[in-house]
């Protein structure tokens, strides 16, 4: 299934699914946007002039509650939605650009970004062995570790020991266990939702999941516990979620800018209390929210 937006619609909203959108093969302007209204105005412009009319791709898991999941519409069709549709449906609004989604297991998705310079993707954390790789914009989610299980809240890695943990291969959340309970019992799978059910079927213990993932899948099964690690257990691990495209990708600096913007006048905090919880906003310090990683250019850096 493809998911079409234009730059005038935000629509959203519902719990189990993703989008993928693209990116743009003419040169952008990359300027930044400021943290005061006539800062940000004028960034939005210049950014929107190098990005505008630009049709790009996004890449991603549709099973990524709340962040990207399909919900059924009035006509019956299956819309993708969630908090990163919102926010790509209002960076599309702002710079002029349109995207395609692209629904891919996150194995695949890593791969497809790499490889096109037209690609990105949504809710990832860099790290250095991916940034040899990627380039990221800021930080526009601050994410928490969640862990479901059937019995039991677990709050800490020791609550974890002598448990069997899943986790979806290659995520943060699989290198954080896997760095911190190296002789665990660990078991990875190509997507959340195969997770969730190994919990479910009682052949494993714990899902070591995205926090608002978890929160998701606990409101939709009965029975099912979720657990929050504290961030200092998992700092060095699991960072800021960003937007991440391909090695010198043209429309990072872009993203980064517009994501600058609306962090400084309080629309992705709105998309945030809609999606996830009102606890899970950034308030009034989105300094975690970091820089774009080394390579890109714009002016809010």
């Not at 990105?120 to 479901?148: C, H, I, K």
């Not at 990708?249 to 992705?268: K, N, R």
């Not at 906003?281 to 989105?286: A, E, L, N, S, V």
Request: proline content about 3%; charged content about 20%.
């Amino acid at each position: 299934m493809t998911n079409r937006t234009t730059p005038a619609g935000i629509d959203r909203r519902g719990f189990l699914k993703l989008m993928a959108a693209g990116a743009a093969t003419m040169p952008l302007a990359l300027a930044g946007c400021g943290s005061n209204q006539q800062a940000a105005t004028t960034s939005a412009a210049t950014t929107a002039a190098g990005i505008s009319g630009a049709k790009l791709t996004f890449v991603g898991d549709d099973a990524f509650a709340p962040y990207r999941y399909l919900e059924v519409q009035a006509d019956g069709t299956q819309k993708v939605v969630g908090l990163d549709i919102a926010v790509a449906d209002e960076m599309a609004n702002r710079l002029g650009f349109t995207y395609d989604f692209e629904p891919q297991e996150f194995a695949a998705t890593l791969a497809s970004v790499q490889s096109s310079d037209t690609s990105f993707t949504m809710a990832m954390s860099s790290n250095p062995e991916r940034e040899q790789t990627y380039d990221f914009t800021r930080g526009y989610y601050q994410p928490l570790v969640g862990v479901l299980t059937m019995n039991g809240e677990v709050k800490t890695v020791d609550d974890l020991k002598g448990k069997s943990v899943a986790c979806t291969t290659g995520t943060v959340q699989n290198k954080f266990i896997s760095a911190v309970l190296p002789d665990g019992d660990i078991h990875t799978y190509d997507g959340g939702d195969q997770c969730l059910q190994e919990v479910l079927a009682g052949r494993i213990d714990a899902y070591l999941c995205d926090g608002a993932e978890g929160q998701s899948m606990r409101d939709a099964n009965e029975g099912l516990v979720l657990g929050f690690l504290d961030r200092a257990e998992t700092k060095d691990y699991v960072g800021v979620y960003r937007i991440m495209a391909t090695k010198g990708a043209s429309f990072v600096g872009a993203f980064d800018a517009c994501i600058a913007e609306m962090l400084a006048d309080g629309t992705i905090d709105s998309f945030i209390g809609q999606y996830v919880g009102e606890d899970f906003k950034w308030g009034d310090d989105t300094s975690a929210s970091g820089q774009p990683t080394t390579g890109v250019v714009t002016a809010a850096n």
